[in-house]
């Protein structure tokens, strides 16, 4: 690591001077973006960000307000900025990509009040050839220890009214469709009224983050956070008038406050990603790269993994997860589910089983195994689940013996139903028996409205809680996945036993949403927007796409290839296979289409975003690690289009197979979802293939590199 120290003369003198002289200015490596930082003549802290000398941020303030304290937003000097330059790589124990770059240039500048009291706020920009983070620090001051804030005041100040992707600022759940919208019209609560969500409160009209945003020019911006450690999550605020967002943290009702925080103390970064080209969004390591390193050691105990499970079946009726078989999703469904039957039965598992080891995949995930589930949506949800004490017809010897001798990973489940204390209390025991049955990686969720009353899921209370978990499931050796989770804001560099998580409207809702599922451009978007913060666990691969001898009014709204296609699109080191097996079949043979599924990698050396546009459609190529064998998924949205990709990135001088699986010449999502085409061919660096979707379809290319004859 290289780090050099440089001090500007004119800052020092500045502060014995106590005059401005001039702005304090920083770019990037590339010297492309630039950010600049200054007080105003009312000692108000404020900056600004350019691409090409191009204003992308305007002019932006930032400060706090405290429950007890006057604020920290005025009053201030400069009286100290360092430069720090950064060039280092690190390599990802799992991932999208094995080494990453992480190369800035850092300002700190610290900022004293000119009042008695002296107080000081540290601000710190890194600026990389991708975008820029900024936090700030709350050294020790005086006799204060603690301060409760109640508003941090950060703006992005807009060029303009941009085009923008996004979500609601909702505090319990991100699992909302996107909207497409100018910034002008961003209408979060508009959203409030969502029949499928157990939990959900829209405060106000902001959004949540990773937002993303297109300038007429045609200049991607896309704001979120890193390293959110114990602290709110971050939603913005949108301020018309002004053309902004401004934060709005996750507040509590209990501390009548939105964070308290200990000093010295850091926030999260607030980072703004820019880009020129869409696909830049997606293969930026700026969020990881805010993050510190691996703080937990080695994480073999993980191995990144394609994985079946009992699941798919409760979510469209078949089964269910109670063993009284009283209860289904009713909240999100009509429907009493009495005629159904448990879905975790030995004998299920173990046809599971079966068919994963038959079938190259490495994992097998239960749901509904463990006792608890016939109040699992009820009003006390407290302590009704002991993850340790498995239903009648579920052998868990007999399941775990059986899976080990057909080599099959069991993934454990852990639904908490938002009883946060419970879990913690039964944490440790309950890995305890994780691992004295050799089990490594745990599913966990957080359905309803957490307990106590008055938290929110994105607010500091449970940013602690989904810290903890890691943290102790660490110290077990166990990976955890979270579902209805706090964001992904880079930490899995610092915690990789954080492999994936949902916090988006996964498959699931394709099953059962009375507003019929996620559209064909959901994922077109999601990887734009949800995937720039991290890994995600969204279940794909469903060949069955109406289902329905199930549930006649809803489908998958994609067509079969488009499915494939998700494989490498979603950025995840576990990935399932969530169909029934018998869904996997035709003809009696396993269904020709699955070939992909099994070959797929799930580790990847590399990751190339080959095309794109923000809600429209993307292509995705990535080279798994220790085969160099490449795999490509592209998928549009409810239009029809044809691609062109050229693979000049393939090793020069190697020959490849290719496998192509894409849509039938009459697919469409809606009408003929499931008609595909597999065709084979060879492929050296620098040809071309052209490929058309159907719409609301996609594709999926196994490049895999022949032996080379010596
Ligand atoms: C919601 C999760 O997203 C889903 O995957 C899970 O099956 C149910 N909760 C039950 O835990
Ligand atoms: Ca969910």
Not at 16 to 38: A, G, H, R, T
Not at 83 to 104: A, F, S
Not at 271 to 277: S, V
Not at 396 to 402: A, P, Q
Request: glycine residues 8%; proline residues 4%.
């Amino acid at each position: 690591m290289k780090l050099y120290y440089l001090y500007f003369a004119c800052l020092l003198l500045m502060a014995s001077c106590n005059k401005k002289e001039e702005v304090l200015k920083i770019k990037s490596p590339d010297n492309n973006i630039e950010v600049s930082f200054d007080v105003n003549e009312k000692g108000e802290p404020y900056y600004t960000v350019s691409l090409k000398n191009k204003t992308v941020i305007d002019s932006s303030g930032m400060g706090f307000e405290f429950k007890t304290q006057n604020p920290l937003q005025s009053n201030f000097q400069i009286s100290k900025a360092d430069i720090t330059k950064v060039d280092e790589t690190w390599q990802m124990p799992w991932g999208e990509q094995l080494v990453v770059r992480n190369n800035y240039n850092e300002l700190k500048v610290v900022l004293e009040e000119q009042s008695e009291a002296k107080r000081q706020l540290v601000v710190n920009f890194r600026v990389y050839n991708d975008g820029i983070g900024f936090r700030y620090e709350f050294p020790e001051q005086g006799s204060v220890k603690e301060l409760v804030i109640t508003d941090e005041n950060t703006e992005f100040n807009l060029t303009g009214d941009h085009t923008a992707w996004w979500i609601p600022g909702d505090w319990d759940i991100y699992e909302h469709l996107y909207t497409k919208s100018k910034f002008s019209e961003i209408d979060a609560l508009s959203k409030r009224d969502h029949p499928n969500l157990s939990a959900t409160y829209i405060p106000e009209n902001a959004v949540n983050t990773p937002v993303t945003l297109k300038t007429d020019d045609g200049l991607y911006v896309s704001f979120h956070e890193a390293d959110l450690t114990d602290y709110s999550g971050m939603t913005l605020k949108v301020d018309k008038e002004n053309t902004a967002f401004v934060s709005e943290l996750v507040g509590s009702k209990n501390l009548e406050a939105k964070a308290k925080i200990t000093l010295p103390f850091k926030t999260p970064w607030r980072t703004i990603q820019i880009a020129e080209r869409a696909g830049d969004l997606i293969e930026s390591n700026l969020i990881v790269n805010l993050n510190d390193p691996n703080a937990i050691g080695d994480v073999s105990y993980f191995t990144p993994m394609k994985y079946v499970g009992i699941w798919w079946e409760m979510h469209i009726g078949k089964s269910t997860w109670d063993y009284e078989a009283s209860q289904d999703m009713t909240t999100y469904v009509e429907g009493n589910a009495s005629s159904k039957s448990h879905g975790a039965t030995t004998e299920n598992a173990k046809q599971l089983i079966d068919f994963a080891s038959e079938n190259n995949i490495k994992g097998m995930l239960v749901e509904g195994w463990n006792t608890g589930w016939s109040q699992w949506l009820s009003g006390n949800r407290e302590g009704i689940f002991d993850f340790m004490t498995p239903y009648p017809d579920y052998n868990f010897d007999e399941v775990m013996k059986y899976a080990k001798e057909k080599g099959v990973e069991i993934i454990m489940h852990h639904e908490t139903s938002s009883a946060p204390r419970t879990y913690e209390k039964q944490m440790e025991v309950a890995y305890n028996f994780m691992k004295k049955h050799g089990i490594n990686s745990v599913k966990t969720g957080y359905v309803g409205t957490i307990f106590p009353k008055g938290e929110y899921h994105h607010g500091q209370w449970m940013v602690n809680h989904y810290h903890k978990v890691l943290e102790e499931a660490a110290k077990k050796k166990i990976a955890v996945n979270a579902h209805e989770p706090i964001k992904g804001t880079g930490k899995r560099r610092t915690y990789p036993n954080a492999i994936a998580r949902e916090g988006l409207r996964g498959q699931e809702f394709n099953a059962w949403a009375s507003d019929g599922g996620n559209p064909p451009s959901h994922l077109p978007t999601v990887a734009f927007t949800r995937m720039l913060s991290g890994p995600i666990d969204f279940t794909p691969g469903v060949f069955n796409i109406k289902f329905d001898e199930y549930r006649k009014s809803n489908q998958v709204n994609t067509t079969l290839a488009h499915q494939l296609a998700l494989y490498v699109v979603i950025n995840s080191p576990i990935q399932m296979a969530c169909d029934l097996p018998e869904h996997y079949m035709k003809d009696g043979k396993i269904h020709p289409m699955f070939q992909f599924i099994s070959d797929v990698g799930v580790n990847w050396e590399k990751t190339k975003v080959l095309n794109g546009e923000v809600g429209d459609f993307v292509t995705i190529a990535r080279k798994e690690r220790e085969t160099g064998n490449w795999f490509v998924g592209g998928i549009t949205n409810e239009e029809a289009r044809t691609v062109t990709l050229t693979f000049d990135f393939l090793e020069e001088g190697a020959t490849y197979k290719t496998i192509v699986y894409k849509d039938g010449s009459e697919a469409h999502w809606k009408d003929n979802p499931q008609e595909y085409e597999i065709s084979e061919g060879d492929l050296i660096k620098g040809k071309t293939l052209v490929i058309p979707m159907a719409a609301g379809g996609g594709f999926a290319i196994s490049v895999i590199k022949k032996e080379i004859q010596g």
